[in-house]
Nanobody, 122 residues
Framework: QAQLVESGGGLVQPGGSLRLSCTASGFSLDYYAIGWFRQAPGKEREGVAC????????YYADSVKGRFTISRDNAKNTVYLQMNSLKPDDTAVYYC???????????????WGQGTLVTVSS
């Protein structure tokens, strides 16, 4: 069964860092762009970052540019989201998803993970 599993969420103080991981099972990530999304309580889902199959193209939401970095390790079938200088507004459930690069940037994906909660609070 093809699935994505996120990990690495938790509670962190403002200004701190976390690294989220998204590991695929049942299929290879090699052929897909991968994106990270988040949804805060009472808010719509927001695209955070996306990386193409070749790693040449990346996308970041304005709200995270300069603070978050997306990367992928195809050998480990895993994608990462390094989050630095975290703010309380970054508090949300973070999801990874796969698909075609431009579709993901538009919010459309083929397979979604179950999400991992990130809480930024003192």
């Amino acid at each position: 069964q093809a699935q994505l599993v996120e990990s690495g969420g938790g509670l962190v103080q403002p200004g701190g860092s976390l690294r989220l991981s998204c590991t695929a099972s049942g299929f290879s990530l090699d052929y897909y762009a991968i994106g990270w999304f988040r949804q805060a309580p009472g808010k719509e889902r927001e695209g955070v970052a996306c990386i193409s199959t070749s790693r040449i193209n990346t996308y970041y939401a304005d709200s995270v540019k300069g603070r978050f970095t997306i990367s992928r390790d195809n050998a480990k079938n895993t994608v990462y989201l390094q989050m630095n200088s975290l703010k309380p507004d970054d508090t949300a459930v973070y999801y990874c998803a796969i698909g075609e690069f431009r579709a993901i940037v538009a919010g459309v994906a083929q397979i979604w993970g179950q999400g991992t909660l990130v809480t930024v609070s003192s």
